[in-house]
């Protein structure tokens, strides 16, 4: 049986909100609630307990409800732990940073695998920076980069052998629990842990995310009547076929759904309005080199495209030989991978205007991220 300790008990004062950063909201849910949900979606552990500020514990109470035991933790980390220690059931024992709210699956396992295996198991990164000692105005060391690794959570450990390592450390300003298994026993295992498993610590740490979880959908529609004497372009290609779609530009059916709806998401109108048909500069225009100035627009606002979804309807002609050259056209001039793009076509069993082969029609989804 694996137990879990949450440690929530810290002030939080480095991300300065002026409350337990643990209690701040993003991306629609609180730290400590998403920190909480990895480990019950990893479906590894039994047993949850947490260690509070008594100041915090009806705001936790109230997060978790009867989901884990609270603990009410002490000055240091050190101290929460350890109060925390008498209750644990399980065998092997998990103690986590609440602020790590990114931990995944594999990293539980492995964490649970390593200690049953050694006794300790510690997540490790090596360190990209070169490492200085100093007091951040005047460097005293170098320490280097080379076997040096930053320490993650969670840290995992026999239950039987944590408890005495915790009994026999004499202070309590030990960084972590691996190094109070490590002053009584001289040995602590590592593995390599994961680095999306960020600690949220800085106001800045919780800037980043809310960013990546800025994104905008947009919808786009668009149709146009086929005749003669014109060419068949969609999504840049030129498609064989006695007639072609006819429009103020080259009338691209499927680049103009895109358009708009890259445009929608920003709520920057649509096509018609930033490309009107009575501007002679539009007369045959190619709708690609249009898309690029959209790209623009979009870009003014902060955003870049991170997917579109499509769909061309069309009686006539048959398009499934040549959606992959549109995909990897129209890819191109978004200037993202052809695997976040999916465009499909169809027909319309012979209904309405489209079933008649009067003209083509297509839809579009446009997913946004902040850049
Ligand atoms: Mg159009």
């Known amino acids: 049986m694996v137990s879990l300790i ?16 643990l209690f701040i909201s993003f991306g629609g849910q609180t730290v400590l609630y998403k920190t909480l949900s990895a480990f019950f979606k990893s479906g ?7 260690t509070v500020n008594k100041s915090d514990y009806e705001t936790v109470k109230n997060i978790v409800g009867d989901n884990a035991e609270l603990v009410i933790g002490g000055a240091t980390r050190f101290d929460s732990v350890k109060n925390a220690l008498p209750f644990i059931k399980g065998d092997i024992v998990l103690v986590h940073d609440g602020a790590r709210p990114f931990v995944s699956p594999t990293l539980i396992k492995n964490c649970i695998e390593t200690a049953e295996k050694f006794g300790s198991a510690i997540p490790v990164i090596p360190s990209c920076d070169t490492i200085i000692k100093g007091d951040g105005k005047i460097v ?52 390599i842990g994961d680095k999306e498993n960020v ?21 786009g529609f668009d149709c146009h009547r086929l005749v003669e004497n014109r060419k068949l372009i969609i999504g840049g290609i030129e498609i064989p076929y006695p007639l072609g779609l006819l429009g103020h530009s080259d009338a691209d059916v499927l680049t103009h759904a895109v358009m708009d709806a890259m445009l929608s998401a920003v709520a920057e ?24 100035q959209v790209k623009n627009i979009i870009d003014k606002k902060g955003y870049k495209v991170q997917s579109v979804s499509a769909v061309i309807m069309a009686q006539k002609p048959k398009l ?22 999916g465009i499909g076509a169809t027909t319309l069993e012979g209904l309405g205007f489209v079933g008649r082969e009067e003209g083509i029609c297509a839809s579009a989804t446009a997913v946004l991220i902040k850049k």
Request: proline letters at 4%; aromatic letters at 14%.
């Open 6 to 21: 949450l440690t929530c008990a810290g002030s939080g004062t480095r991300a300065n909100f002026g409350k337990n950063k």
């Open 44 to 50: 590894l552990i039994e047993q949850y307990i947490i």
């Open 140 to 191: 005293d060391d170098y320490i280097g980069k080379e076997s040096l690794y930053n320490v993650q959570t969670p840290q995992g450990f026999k239950t039987d052998l944590i408890i005495p390592a915790y009994e026999f450390a004499k202070y309590n300003n030990f960084p972590d629990d691996g190094s109070v298994y490590k002053n009584l026993y001289g040995k602590l295992n590592c593995f």
């Open 199 to 219: 600690k949220l610590t800085y106001k800045e740490d919780f800037e980043v995310f809310n960013k990546i979880n800025d994104c905008r959908v947009g919808t």
């Open 269 to 292: 109108r649509d096509i018609g309005y930033h490309f009107p048909d009575t501007d002679e500069r539009f007369k045959g225009a190619s709708s690609i080199v249009l898309l690029e």
């Open 320 to 341: 499934l030989g040549y959606i992959p050259s549109i995909t990897d056209n129209l890819a191109k001039a978004l200037g993202i991978s052809a695997d976040k793009l």
